[in-house]
Structure formats: structure tokens, C-alpha cells
């Protein structure tokens, strides 16, 4: 009898190691992907809200935009398929890995979609723009 308890102690001894091992190599992890996304502010004080709430967050960007009615953009990363933008969002952001990606998509919008380029803390280059044309502005009449 002490003899097949000591045998069960030693093969259950054996195994737990190699299931360890076993875990190890099976990663059921899934790799995050990041995107970064655009809110609009119609003032200060919620561009300065945001950047308090973030906390130093390094990828929380707070931007003045040349906009009429939205004064202020705030630059979000967020892990991807967290967020979902609403179609309708005045504002949308690219993030490209290289400048040339980057200068062609800026190049390619019209002025009328007030586009700004800059680069962000983890080495994107984002291209920011409105989602619609800007109305045009009507000389003034005497």
C-alpha cells in the first residue's frame, strides 16, 4: 500500500511540470492592435477637461483646430474595436507608419477640409480633417 502511494506521488510529481510547459506554449492571448481617434470641443474647457481626465496619458492629445464651430480636438489611442465613431463625426483621423503615406493622403484632401498633419507619441503620423467640406464663407457685402 505505501508502496503505490509513493508511485502515485511520484507520477503525479512527473506531470506538473510538463503541463506548466504545456501552458506555456499555448498562448490563448490575443495580440492589442491600437487606433486613434478624433472628438471635437466646442471650447477650452472641454479640451482642458479631457486632458485632465486623461491623467498624463501620453496618447491623449488636445489640438486647436482652424474650425468655426469646433474650436478644439482632442486626439485619443485606444485599443482597437473598443471605440465605435459614429458616422456621422465631424472630424476623422488616418494614422499612417511613414511620412510619405502621410504627405499623400494630405495632399489628396482639398483645403476645404481643413487637413493638419502631425506626429504622435507612438510614432504615427496622423492626418486630421474634417469628414465634410467646410461651408464656404460669403464675402461680406457694403
Known amino acids: 500500500m505505501k508502496t503505490a502511494a509513493t508511485l502515485l506521488l511520484a507520477c503525479t510529481l512527473a506531470l506538473v511540470p510538463s503541463a506548466a510547459l504545456v501552458a506555456q506554449q499555448v498562448c490563448p492571448c490575443v495580440p492589442l492592435t491600437h487606433e486613434w481617434i478624433i472628438e471635437p470641443c466646442e471650447n477650452w474647457n472641454c479640451a482642458a477637461a479631457a486632458a485632465i481626465l486623461a491623467n498624463g496619458d501620453k496618447y491623449v492629445i488636445a489640438i ?3 474650425s468655426d ?26 494614422a499612417f ?8 493622403r494630405y495632399s489628396s484632401l ?22 465634410v467640406a467646410a461651408p464656404r464663407r460669403r464675402a461680406a457685402s457694403h
Open 64 to 66: 486647436p483646430s482652424n
Open 97 to 104: 507608419d511613414g511620412p510619405s503615406e502621410a504627405m499623400a
Open 110 to 131: 482639398g483645403e476645404e477640409f481643413s487637413p493638419m498633419m502631425l506626429t504622435a507619441p507612438d510614432g504615427k503620423f496622423l492626418v486630421l480633417s474634417r469628414s
Open 69 to 94: 464651430d469646433f474650436k478644439w480636438l482632442i486626439l485619443r489611442r485606444v485599443v482597437g474595436g473598443s471605440v465605435a465613431m459614429p458616422a456621422d463625426a465631424p472630424f476623422r483621423v488616418a
